[in-house]
């Protein structure tokens, strides 16, 4: 006699530890702004081949951190209108199956790349139980936000006459303004053109000043352009236009009465000159100095109150 050959079902006699993994997952986002929500979907793949049953994907915790390194509650990863996890009831031989959760980031979260940990439980046709832990990698970006305080222009400006054109700015994001430079632009003579901060740091003020020859009269354009890289590596430009009336060169106003030649100063009858003309060249530089003093001053002090803080 002859015996019946017997086919069994390779699934039925697969050995070896039924394998669970995750073999790809997507985020809604490349980079996620805090305070924003996320999708992420998640490819759950059985590498075995037999199937699995009972799976709980869970997605752990991850703590907010502080400038010191110490938690300070709350999480950076929240789920949205659910729970942390999610179940599977069956994922077949060499199958993968695709799954999504929503998160919201928290708004307060350190612009980095987090390592999500996410732990797979699941059993076995004989109800024997496996656990696996998978990473993933959420990288949260946080808001760049320049605010232009105040810009100083004055109403009118005279040909040949030096304006002063300034302006006060800070950073009002969450992180640092790299390669930070103030740049003064239009089609006329200028001096003090460019002001490079470098970095400005969160929550720092810092003030920028140049100067402005007009050349002819009528209405004179520019603006001022602050530029800076972010935390995503990109440029930013952020314009100020302004605007001066320009008028004709300032007249010299006559002193009251002609001088007799004997009130005259003894310089001036020496040399030709006159009281006049010190008044009307030397006064307006003066004036002009003091006004730079009292900006740089006022710069000077602003950047010590800075460093203050940041000392603190």
């Known amino acids: ?13 697969a050995a070896g530890t039924p394998r669970v993994l995750i073999n790809k997952y997507t985020l809604s986002d490349e980079k996620i702004l805090a305070g924003n929500i996320v999708t992420l979907t998640l490819f759950i793949e059985n590498t075995h081949a037999r199937p699995v049953q009972n799976i709980k994907t869970s997605i752990s915790v991850i703590k907010v951190e502080g400038s010191d390194g110490t938690e300070t509650g709350g999480t950076v990863f929240s789920p949205v209108d659910g729970s942390n996890s999610f179940f599977i009831e069956q994922i077949p031989a060499r199958t993968t199956v695709e799954r999504s959760i929503d998160l919201l980031v928290d708004p307060n979260a350190t612009a980095k790349t987090y390592i999500v940990p996410i732990t797979i439980e699941y059993e076995d046709q004989k109800a024997n139980s496996y656990s696996v832990e998978e990473m993933v990698n959420i990288p949260v970006t946080q808001e760049c ?12 400006a005279f040909i040949g006459q030096p304006t002063f054109i300034g302006a006060e700015f800070v950073n009002v994001g969450k992180v640092a303004l790299n390669n930070f430079i103030v740049m003064l ?45 972010d935390n995503n590596n990109r440029e ?69 109150e800075d460093e203050e803080l940041l000392d603190a």
């Not at 936000?145 to 009118?156: N, R």
């Not at 000043?209 to 002819?216: A, D, F, L, M």
């Open 185 to 229: 632009e239009g089609n006329f003579h200028k001096e003090q053109a460019s002001y490079f901060v470098g970095n400005l740091q969160i929550g720092a003020s810092d003030y920028y000043q140049g100067i402005v020859y007009p050349e002819k009269e009528g209405t004179l354009s520019g603006k001022l352009v602050f530029s800076y890289i």
């Open 236 to 304: 930013v430009q952020v314009e100020e236009p302004f605007q001066l009336e320009v008028l004709g060169a300032r007249a010299m106003e006559p002193m009251p009465g002609d001088m007799p030649p004997e009130m005259m100063d003894p310089g001036a009858k020496a040399g030709g000159g006159s009281t006049k003309k010190i008044f009307f060249y030397v006064i307006p530089i003066v004036i002009l100095a003091a006004i730079a003093i009292f900006l740089w001053r006022r710069k000077k002090k602003k950047q010590m």
């Open 1 to 13: 006699t002859c015996a019946l050959p017997i086919y069994l079902d390779p699934a039925s006699t």
């Open 145 to 156: 936000k320049l605010q232009i305080l105040s810009t100083e222009v004055p109403p009118t």
